[in-house]
């Protein structure tokens, strides 16, 4: 079946632009997460939803970092007024329950350099 | 805080050799324990996972085991394959979210 899918796979922005990464998860899963990759690091967590809820958002970085999923299923993540430190793999993941031990799946990531 | 700390890469083993990446945690309650493998071009993947003391998670012929004694998860495989080649990470859980360590990239020579 089709798994967890995100767009663009790449992304470039200049300094101050406004992006958005959109991802589709694994459908009916419940849980969907945001983590975002430096370059040679492990994934760092953003924001966690359970359905159209957001329950956790303490990993976002900035007020500049906002995280929706209206219906429950595609999410999008927008970075307002991007900035060098931004440039980053942000991956997205889906888990079909609501929480730990479940097994998160993630898709492939949006590389974003801000130029 | 919740951590955790892997040894540093890269690894470079020849083909056959045994493997052991060392992986350690600080959490607090009992949180659950994770190996993700990210293959060259390919997105991350669940190796295998423990969810209690001494739970040991096998996959792919390698193996971990939960030690709560001495808040360690180390990844083994007896004979890796050139095919191991990847970035490895050592994950925990208490809350959902996942918290990673910074990744051990694997380098297998034939």
């Known amino acids: 079946g089709a798994g967890v899918s995100q767009s663009p796979r790449y992304k470039v922005a200049k300094r101050g632009q406004d992006v958005a990464l959109r991802c589709d998860p694994i459908s009916g899963h419940v849980s969907l997460f945001w983590y975002q990759q430096a370059l040679g690091q492990g994934p760092e967590f953003l924001t966690y939803?359970?359905?159209?809820?957001?329950?956790?958002k303490s990993g976002l970085p900035s007020d500049r970092f906002f995280a929706e999923r209206p219906e429950g299923s595609v999410s999008t993540l927008k970075i307002q007024r991007t900035q060098q430190e931004d440039s980053a793999v942000y991956l997205c993941?889906?888990?079909?329950?609501?929480?730990?031990?479940?097994?998160?799946?993630f898709g492939p990531g949006t590389r974003l350099t801000v130029t | 805080g919740n951590s955790v700390t892997q040894m540093e890469g890269p690894v470079t083993l020849s083909e056959e050799a045994f493997l052991t990446i060392n992986c350690t945690y600080t959490a607090t309650g009992y949180p659950s324990l994770f190996w993700y493998v990210q293959y060259p071009g390919e997105g991350l993947q669940l190796l295998l996972k423990a969810t209690k003391a001494d739970d040991k998670g096998s996959n792919k012929g390698f193996e971990a085991t939960y030690r709560k004694e001495t808040t360690s998860f180390h990844l083994e495989k007896g004979s890796v394959q050139v095919s191991d080649s990847a970035v490895y990470f050592c994950a925990l859980s208490n809350t959902g979210k996942l918290i990673f360590g910074q990744g051990t990239t694997l380098q297998v020579k034939p």
């Open positions: 993941a889906s888990s079909e329950r609501r929480a730990d031990p479940y097994e998160q799946y």
């Open positions: 939803f359970q359905n159209e809820a957001q329950l956790d």
